[in-house]
């Protein structure tokens, strides 16, 4: 089966500017998920979608970030306006069950995203 | 809060079994141990999880203590495709997976 596609592959902005990031997920896969990972750490969620439609968006950042999920396959993740201590690598991950221990993440390969 | 210690570095020869260690002493009856490792530049790659039991697959096995107060993960032929960063995570299922910074394992040729 084919993975979690993500892209771009790399983006630098300066801040203050506005950036997307697209992600596709396995076909099929209900949920989607939107992490965030500075360097040295380890991911952090920002949003869970099933379907279309927001599960748990608690540690997302409001003011500044956005996601939508409209047809409930292609995901947007957006930045606006980006902050230098958004730098990071944006990660998409998708699953069949989530309430299900037996249904594993599938993760792409992330968007690294630089604001100078 | 972490649920997980781990070592934040380990070394293995290629061709030997790695080892890794992870202490959850406030796991709670129903939540599972999961591992999912990173390799640089790639996203996290699911590898294996338990519940009592240990458990095999093609990947790694998992021994979980009697108490379920920690657990290993077993790579028995470490390769140098294995260098990663392999992390601890204890959870309910499979939703709202919280990470750590996890062990940072490098296999020695």
């Known amino acids: 089966e084919a993975g979690v596609a993500q892209s771009p592959r790399y983006k630098i902005i300066e801040k203050r500017q506005s950036v997307a990031f697209w992600c596709n997920p396995i076909s099929g896969h209900a949920t989607l998920y939107w992490y965030q990972q500075i360097l040295g750490q380890g991911p952090k969620l920002l949003i869970q979608?099933?379907?279309?439609?927001?599960?748990?968006d608690s540690q997302l950042p409001k003011d500044r970030f956005s996601a939508e999920r409209l047809k409930g396959v292609d995901s947007t993740l957006k930045i606006q306006p980006a902050k230098l201590e958004d730098s990071a690598v944006y990660l998409c991950a998708s699953s069949s069950h989530p309430s299900s221990y037996n249904s594993p993440l599938h993760f792409g390969n992330g968007t690294r995203l630089t604001v100078t | 809060d972490a649920k997980t210690t781990q070592p934040p570095s380990m070394d293995c020869a290629e061709g030997r079994a790695a080892n890794l260690p992870c202490n959850h002493s406030?796991?709670?009856?129903?939540?599972?141990v999961y591992w999912y490792r990173q390799i640089h530049s790639q996203g996290p790659q699911y590898i294996i999880h338990g519940l009592k039991n240990n458990e095999t697959n093609e990947m790694a096995s998992l021994i979980i203590t009697e108490d379920r107060k920690s657990s290993t993960l077993i790579l028995p032929h470490a390769t140098l495709r294995d260098t990663a960063v392999y992390y601890c995570?204890?959870?309910?299922?499979?939703?709202?997976?919280?990470f750590g910074t996890g062990t940072r394992l490098t296999i020695i040729p």
């Open positions: 406030t796991i709670s009856g129903n939540e599972y």
């Open positions: 995570i204890v959870n309910f299922g499979n939703e709202k997976l919280t």
């Open positions: 979608f099933q379907n279309n439609g927001v599960v748990d």
